[in-house]
T-cell receptor, first 112, second 115 residues
């Protein structure tokens, strides 16, 4: 099945710094999605990407759909404490299935 | 609140007992999903409904698991004869309406601990 590899696994940054994380796939995706999960909560959709090369912003978040269609990037500018959490990339499971395959997540920790 | 709601939020049970989780999706969404998430992992797909029809089941969904969506609205996920390996967060999500492919809205999850 589809596999998504996220890096880095975790990030320790200072408040105010910019953050960059990425996700690569073993196969081509037609859709990339980025979710954020806070402790004890369900994932929340941040950004959805539908075209190769597409660059989409949501406030301080910017995500790009890689041209090869096998990768995607998420950037957070000027991080703030509420950005702490786990960021997941996801894409369609493929093979006619309607579910999503998720990566293992990037855990963002902001040091005071 | 018109989001996806799940009940109970937490369940502690002894091995061998049966448990049932309920999910109420966003009202205008016709698609409903169940996922399982263990510590340090992303959500893993279990099963999917379109209206009342269960269209897909993952290999993760053993015979002890059964999901229903009898009227195409709320859904239940039952685990029979629970095992310690069933301990996880069970997430429900829904989609539909004007949302694009894969734009799932998740509930807060039901955390299961099997002793």
């Amino acid at each position: 099945g589809q596999q998504l590899n996220q890096s880095p696994q975790s990030m320790f940054i200072q408040e105010g710094e910019d953050v960059s994380m990425n996700c690569t796939s073993s196969s081509i995706f037609n859709t990339w999605l980025w979710y954020k999960q806070d402790p004890g909560e369900g994932p929340v959709l941040l950004i959805a990407l539908y075209k190769a090369g597409e660059l989409t912003s949501n406030g301080r978040l910017t995500a790009q759909f890689g041209i090869t269609r096998k990768d995607s990037f998420l950037n957070i500018s000027a991080s703030i404490p509420s950005d702490v959490g786990i960021y997941f990339c996801a894409g369609p499971s493929g093979g006619g299935a309607d579910g999503l395959t998720f990566g293992k997540g990037t855990h963002l920790i902001i040091q005071p | 609140d018109t989001g996806v709601s799940q009940d109970p939020r937490h369940k502690i049970t002894k091995r061998g007992q049966n448990v049932t989780f309920r999910c109420d999706p966003i009202s205008e969404h016709n698609r409903l999903y169940w996922y399982r998430q263990t510590l340090g992992q992303g959500p893993e797909f279990l099963t999917y409904f379109q209206n009342e029809a269960q269209l897909e089941k993952s290999r993760l969904l053993s015979d002890r698991f059964s999901a229903e969506r009898p009227k195409g609205s709320f859904s239940t996920l039952e685990i029979q004869r629970t095992e310690q390996g069933d301990s996880a967060m069970y997430l429900c999500a829904s989609s539909g309406g004007r949302g694009g492919t894969g734009e799932l809205f998740f509930g807060e999850g039901s955390r299961l601990t099997v002793l």
